[in-house]
T-cell receptor, first 114, second 115 residues
Framework: AQKITQTQPGMFVQEKEAVTLDCTYD???????LFWYKQPSSGEMIFLIY??????QNATEGRYSLNFQKARKSANLVISASQLGDSAMYFC???????????FGTGTSLTVIP | DTEVTQTPKHLVMGMTNKKSLKCEQH?????MYWYKQKAKKPPELMFV???????INESVPSRFSPECPNSSLLNLHLHALQPEDSALYLC??????????????FGPGTRLTVL
């Protein structure tokens, strides 16, 4: 079974609008971490935001917030006030406490339209 | 400072060449990783070093040879590669190998083309 599922291969959003990128995960561990990365066409994987399984509050970092719904096993990324520079590939990832690697989703390609 | 550096940025090599990729971090992280990424795909884990010792080798062909000379440096030696090895090679580091809270920080990658 897939550990991380991203069901949106491509998304479009108008500049200055908000957009939600979906991510669901599968784990039997009680302790795990969820991460979002941005990868522009230049190739660098840029860490955006982290949510721990025991965190009760949704994580926020500037314009990025993570909508964490533990019972549904979802960790959606919300980008507010989209900018042209947000156009990139976005990967959701998970790390389990008992594991030794990151599990990446297949990614969502976001295009911001002027 | 969460910087991981990689050199070179681009590399073109023939199938008989020997080359090396270099990765460096000065965050005091004790785990370092090599990933291979094909276009429009997620990164695939190749190797994990923990406290300068190889702890994971994800069945990578022997034409890829990792080396961790010290806690800040990670090399990937390449020899007799095939055209299908052309990809973006990403280095990453994290505070520890274990633990669900440790973020992996990535370098800018080396774009490798094998002719």
């Amino acid at each position: 079974a897939q550990k991380i599922t991203q069901t949106q291969p491509g998304m479009f959003v108008q500049e200055k609008e908000a957009v939600t990128l979906d991510c669901t995960y599968d784990t039997s561990d009680q302790s795990y971490g969820l991460f979002w990365y941005k990868q522009p066409s230049s190739g660098e994987m840029i860490f955006l935001i982290y949510q721990g399984s025991y965190d009760e509050q949704n994580a926020t970092e500037g314009r990025y917030s993570l909508n964490f719904q533990k019972a549904r096993k979802s960790a959606n990324l919300v980008i507010s006030a989209s900018q042209l520079g947000d156009s990139a590939m976005y990967f959701c990832a998970m790390r389990e406490y008992t594991g030794n690697q990151f599990y990446f989703g297949t990614g969502t390609s976001l295009t911001v339209i002027p | 400072d969460t910087e991981v550096t990689q050199t070179p940025k681009h590399l073109v090599m023939g199938m008989t060449n020997k080359k090396s990729l270099k990765c460096e971090q000065h965050m005091g992280h004790r785990a370092m990783y090599w990933y291979k990424q094909k276009a429009k795909k997620p990164p695939e884990l190749m190797f994990v070093y923990s406290y300068e010792k190889l702890s994971i080798n994800e069945s990578v062909p022997s034409r890829f040879s990792p080396e961790c000379p010290n806690s800040s440096l990670l090399n990937l030696h390449l020899h007799a590669l095939q055209p299908e090895d052309s990809a973006l090679y990403l280095c990453a580091s994290s505070r520890e190998r274990w633990g669900s809270t440790d973020t992996q920080y990535f370098g800018p990658g080396t774009r490798l083309t094998v002719l």
